[in-house]
Protein backbone atom coordinates (compact mmCIF):
# COMPACT_ATOMS: atom_id res chain seq x y z
CA UNK A 1 0.00 0.00 0.00
CA UNK A 2 1.01 3.56 -0.68
CA UNK A 3 2.30 5.90 2.05
CA UNK A 4 -0.20 7.95 4.39
CA UNK A 5 -0.35 11.48 3.94
CA UNK A 6 -0.78 13.56 6.71
CA UNK A 7 -3.43 16.97 6.53
CA UNK A 8 -3.89 19.74 8.44
CA UNK A 9 -7.10 21.11 9.40
CA UNK A 10 -7.45 25.18 9.92
CA UNK A 11 -7.75 24.64 14.06
CA UNK A 12 -4.43 22.69 14.06
CA UNK A 13 -5.11 19.22 14.23
CA UNK A 14 -3.56 16.50 12.05
CA UNK A 15 -5.62 13.76 10.51
CA UNK A 16 -4.09 11.32 8.47
CA UNK A 17 -5.22 9.77 5.28
CA UNK A 18 -4.52 6.43 3.97
CA UNK A 19 -4.08 6.00 0.18
CA UNK A 20 -6.00 3.38 -1.30
CA UNK A 21 -5.19 1.45 -4.65
CA UNK A 22 -8.49 3.36 -6.02
CA UNK A 23 -6.11 6.40 -5.56
CA UNK A 24 -3.20 4.50 -7.40
CA UNK A 25 -5.23 4.56 -10.23
CA UNK A 26 -6.86 7.81 -10.65
CA UNK A 27 -3.02 9.35 -10.52
CA UNK A 28 -2.33 6.79 -13.26
CA UNK A 29 -4.86 7.86 -15.39
CA UNK A 30 -3.72 11.58 -15.02
CA UNK A 31 -0.64 10.88 -16.16
CA UNK A 32 -2.33 9.03 -19.10
CA UNK A 33 -4.20 11.62 -20.07
CA UNK A 34 -1.80 14.32 -19.26
CA UNK A 35 0.90 12.56 -22.18
CA UNK A 36 -2.14 12.19 -24.51
CA UNK A 37 -2.84 15.86 -23.99
CA UNK A 38 0.87 17.00 -24.69
CA UNK A 39 0.88 14.53 -27.71
CA UNK A 40 -2.29 16.32 -29.04
CA UNK A 41 -0.41 19.77 -28.51
CA UNK A 42 2.31 18.07 -30.79
CA UNK A 43 0.25 17.69 -33.54
CA UNK A 44 -1.71 20.82 -33.04
CA UNK A 45 1.43 22.76 -33.41
CA UNK A 46 2.68 20.87 -36.62
CA UNK A 47 -0.77 21.58 -38.20
CA UNK A 48 -0.02 25.27 -37.78
CA UNK A 49 3.54 24.88 -39.13
CA UNK A 50 1.85 23.04 -42.17
CA UNK A 51 -1.01 25.94 -42.34
CA UNK A 52 2.10 28.35 -42.35
CA UNK A 53 3.69 26.48 -44.66
CA UNK A 54 1.00 26.75 -47.13
CA UNK A 55 0.76 30.72 -46.67
CA UNK A 56 4.25 31.28 -47.33
CA UNK A 57 4.25 29.06 -50.57
CA UNK A 58 0.75 31.36 -51.67
CA UNK A 59 1.94 34.52 -50.36
CA UNK A 60 4.84 33.96 -52.67
CA UNK A 61 3.10 33.04 -55.55
CA UNK A 62 1.27 36.13 -55.53
CA UNK A 63 4.50 38.35 -54.39
CA UNK A 64 6.14 37.06 -57.84
CA UNK A 65 2.94 37.14 -60.05
CA UNK A 66 3.83 39.96 -61.22
CA UNK A 67 1.57 43.02 -62.52
CA UNK A 68 -1.35 40.69 -63.01
CA UNK A 69 -1.68 41.05 -58.71
CA UNK A 70 -1.96 44.96 -57.87
CA UNK A 71 0.99 46.61 -56.06
CA UNK A 72 -0.54 46.33 -52.69
CA UNK A 73 -1.44 42.59 -53.11
CA UNK A 74 1.73 41.68 -54.22
CA UNK A 75 3.20 43.79 -51.20
CA UNK A 76 1.25 42.17 -48.70
CA UNK A 77 1.58 38.78 -50.12
CA UNK A 78 5.55 39.58 -49.96
CA UNK A 79 5.23 40.26 -46.19
CA UNK A 80 3.28 37.12 -45.25
CA UNK A 81 5.90 35.17 -47.17
CA UNK A 82 8.83 36.65 -44.63
CA UNK A 83 6.41 36.92 -41.47
CA UNK A 84 4.95 32.82 -42.45
CA UNK A 85 8.73 31.71 -42.64
CA UNK A 86 9.79 33.38 -39.60
CA UNK A 87 7.04 32.44 -37.42
CA UNK A 88 7.18 28.75 -38.60
CA UNK A 89 10.32 29.01 -37.32
CA UNK A 90 9.66 30.71 -34.25
CA UNK A 91 7.23 27.59 -33.47
CA UNK A 92 9.89 24.82 -34.44
CA UNK A 93 12.42 26.45 -31.65
CA UNK A 94 9.90 26.71 -29.45
CA UNK A 95 8.61 23.30 -29.75
CA UNK A 96 12.35 21.95 -29.67
CA UNK A 97 13.00 22.87 -26.20
CA UNK A 98 9.41 21.80 -24.60
Known sequence: MSPSLS???AGGK???????NSD???????????SE??????????????????????S??????GELYPPGVREIARRLTEDAE????ALEAIMARA
Open 14 to 20: VATVERT
Open 86 to 89: VKAQ
Open 37 to 58: ARSLVGEHVRALEAALGDVERL
Open 60 to 65: AEIAGG
Open 7 to 9: VVA
Open 24 to 34: TAVVERVRRLQ
